[in-house]
């Protein structure tokens, strides 16, 4: 009885803040890598869509691309939140975060149109990702719930940093090399899904 004791004890100092958790610190490198992918490449369509080897377009046309990227995020969130209630979370998330890597890949590896139409495409892979990553990392946290949600919308800076590292390698290497930034936020992702939002405590 009094090891079944110490044991229930250790137990509750293990779970004695939401740090300790490894599914939600791992939540929050996902929220971090989703933002940052999402507003960076949201961030550069004007300049990508402008380029000779995509379509060239002006500055105003350009611009008028970017609705259908943030629209497609819209649409795609409507279509999540049924799809969530017929499938696996998990599954959903690594299939999206997938369906993201291989629009970009397209998008680095294409010219005209379909450079341009598989980058705004992306949007839609994005739509469920913050609400599922979200969900998946306060899994199970009970009374740390809060301090979790805390620290998940605080990942969010991964909007302002990822693009600021993003431009950084636009400017040196070229904007299709800086999309290679964004395939490596949904690798994360993806593993995420299928393997980092197992619900296990830290040391």
């Given amino acids: 009885?009094?090891?079944?004791?110490?044991?229930?004890?250790?137990?509750?100092?293990?779970?004695?803040?939401?740090?300790?958790?490894?599914?939600?610190?791992?939540?929050?490198?996902?929220?971090?890598?989703?933002?940052?992918?999402?507003?960076?490449?949201?961030?550069?369509?004007?300049?990508?869509?402008?380029?000779?080897?995509?379509?060239?377009?002006?500055?105003?046309?350009?611009?008028?691309?970017?609705?259908?990227?943030?629209?497609?995020?819209?649409?795609?969130?409507?279509?999540?939140?049924?799809?969530?209630?017929?499938?696996?979370?998990?599954?959903?998330?690594?299939?999206?975060a997938i369906g993201a890597v291989i629009l970009v890949l397209i998008s680095i590896n294409s010219t005209g149109a379909v450079a341009m139409w598989s980058l705004l495409a992306v949007g839609l892979m994005n739509s469920l990702m913050y609400p599922t990553i979200f969900t998946l990392a306060v899994a199970g946290l009970g009374r740390h719930t809060e301090e979790a949600s805390g620290l998940l919308c605080t990942a969010i800076v991964g909007g302002a940093l990822v693009p600021m590292l993003f431009g950084f390698i636009a400017d040196n290497s070229g904007l299709r090399v800086a999309l290679l930034l964004p395939i490596v936020c949904y690798v994360y992702v993806m593993w995420y899904g299928l393997r980092g939002s197992r619900r296990t405590a830290t040391v």
């Fill in 1 to 96: 009885m009094e090891h079944a004791a110490n044991e229930a004890e250790a137990t509750e100092e293990q779970h004695s803040s939401a740090w300790q958790y490894r599914h939600l610190m791992l939540g929050v490198v996902g929220i971090f890598a989703y933002v940052g992918a999402e507003v960076a490449i949201g961030s550069h369509i004007v300049s990508y869509v402008a380029l000779p080897d995509v379509l060239g377009l002006d500055p105003k046309a350009a611009g008028d691309m970017v609705t259908y990227y943030w629209g497609a995020a819209m649409v795609g969130r409507f279509a999540g939140a049924y799809l969530l209630n017929k499938f696996s979370p998990t599954k959903l998330l690594a299939f999206n």
